[in-house]
């Protein structure tokens, strides 16, 4: 009966132990995989505005909605993400966002 119960509390042992590694894991991959995808994003957008001149002072609102819709296309976790953005100005080449990202973890 003794080594049933610590049969018992060592497999829970492992259980909970591979939980926490993976939960850590995963946050560590969501949130290199957020960073490295916003900086490509950001720096394509940009790219557009000043290469090409796609974009004018009255079009920031479609210059925003290019990045999102940029942003959206490669990020390809099941998270939800919510985009906040402070400031655009067009002229200078400014974009300023708050990415949020949501998940279910185990």
């Known amino acids: 009966m003794k080594n049933a119960i610590a049969g018992f509390l060592s497999l829970m042992i492992l259980i909970l132990a591979g939980l ?3 939960t850590v894991e995963g946050k560590t991959m969501r949130q290199n ?3 490295s995808t916003l900086s490509s994003v950001m720096e394509k ?3 557009i505005l000043v290469t090409k001149d796609s974009y004018t002072i009255d079009e920031q609102k479609a210059f925003v909605a290019d990045f999102i819709q940029n942003a959206m296309v490669k990020m390809n976790s099941e998270s939800d993400y919510m985009i906040t ?3 655009v100005d067009t002229v200078k080449g400014v974009l ?4 949020t990202e949501n ?4």
């Open 103 to 106: 998940y279910k973890q185990a």
């Open 85 to 87: 953005v402070h400031s």
């Open 20 to 22: 926490i590694i993976s």
């Open 33 to 35: 995989e957020l960073d």
């Open 45 to 47: 957008s940009m790219n």
């Open 96 to 99: 300023d966002v708050t990415v």
